[in-house]
């Protein structure tokens, strides 16, 4: 787990909370603690340490999260890898991430 956050503001990942039934499988596999469980239900904690992998999304039993995985943060991360540059990614100016 890392506390990194990436840029503000630009997470995808949404929560409703109606649909949460507190089970934590969002919190054990977010790999940057963006969850926690408070009062039987999950809470989003830190958005910006979220990247976007979607973990969470594809392992809620019931359907209460959503994220655009392969968007965003994580893309941004995985583009500069691979070509050796500095993660950007700019979707406050309205054009297409990454």
């Given amino acids: 787990m890392t506390n990194d956050v990436y840029l503000k503001d630009v997470a995808t990942l949404k929560l409703d909370s109606k649909k949460c039934i507190g089970c934590g499988v ?3 596999v977010c ?5 926690e469980i408070a009062d039987g239900k999950a809470i989003i904690t830190e958005k910006d340490r979220c990247m976007e ?4 999304a594809l392992n809620c039993p019931v359907d209460a999260l959503a994220v655009e995985s392969g968007v965003g943060c994580a ?4 583009k ?7 993660p950007t990614c700019d979707c406050s100016s309205g054009s297409d991430c990454c």
């Fill in 53 to 56: 992998c979607g973990a969470c």
């Fill in 75 to 78: 893309s941004a991360y995985i």
């Fill in 80 to 86: 500069g890898a691979l070509t050796g540059t500095e």
């Fill in 26 to 28: 969002c919190a054990n």
């Fill in 31 to 35: 790999p940057h603690a963006v969850f």
